[in-house]
């Protein structure tokens, strides 16, 4: 490729991002909803005064974003996209770096702290048995105890189901792979100086006989020793 031929398919990609952007406002100014069919190649071509081609491959950038799909008998119609499965294809944490992983971990213990009002609002009895069965071979004193991977995502991962928000248990379902990944990398292995924190015992005492707010607290507290080890002060 000679560097014309180069300059002009930058120039054509650029392009197409301007184009791409301009599609979605032109939807949202025609308050197009899901489901609605959008205006035809040709029209479009001619709204933003660019080649079927541009507006071709503008929309096929728009259709792996899962803004619109095709159907058949109704063309080109707008679409809700699932936002997770887009995030999905890029969280593979080999393929990430070290600062990366440590804030998705950090998300992760973030969203832990936040759903104690989802999970008060949704618990059942048989939940709460559930947990209990999970920590049954835990120790009961866990000052410096360094919870097994496949434990700590049984229980963490009940508290997601429990609150009954399915994007959510679906986003802590993406974050697995990254959430194994930080146990075994070694991230995890330094002693933490929170000599006594909330276990998982105690979270589900709180469940069972506090209030939200005991359980944020509980929690952060729970978790204290993951954020020092981190945060990279211990």
């Not at 890029?90 to 804030?103: D, F, G, K, M, Q």
């Amino acid at each position: 490729m000679n560097n014309r031929e180069l300059i002009e398919q930058i120039d054509t990609r650029s392009l197409v991002e301007k184009v791409e952007g301009n599609l979605v406002k032109l939807l949202q100014e025609k308050k197009l909803k899901v489901g609605d069919p959008i205006p035809k190649e040709l029209e479009l071509a001619d709204i933003l005064g660019v080649s079927r081609t541009v507006i071709r491959e503008a929309l096929v950038r728009l259709r792996v974003m899962g803004l619109i799909e095709t159907k058949k008998k109704k063309g080109t119609v707008i679409t809700s996209p699932d936002v997770l499965s887009i995030l999905e294809k890029s969280l593979n944490p080999h393929i990430l770096n070290e600062e990366t992983l440590r804030e998705m971990f950090e998300l992760r213990l973030a969203l832990e702290i936040g759903m104690a009002d989802f999970i008060f609002s949704k618990v059942t009895a048989e939940d709460i048995a559930e947990l209990r069965k999970i920590i049954e071979s835990e120790p009961e004193h866990t000052d410096d105890f360094a919870f097994h991977a496949e434990q700590e995502i049984a229980f963490h991962g009940k508290l997601y189901e429990i609150t009954g928000n399915s994007t959510m248990k679906k986003f802590q379902k993406m974050l697995l792979p990254i959430f194994e990944y930080v146990h075994n990398s070694g991230l995890l292995n330094k002693t933490s100086p929170v000599k006594k924190f909330v276990s998982h015992k105690g979270i589900v005492d709180v469940i069972e006989n506090g209030s939200p707010e005991l359980l944020r607290n509980a929690m952060r507290n729970h978790l204290e020793n993951h954020f020092q080890r981190l945060s990279g002060t211990v």
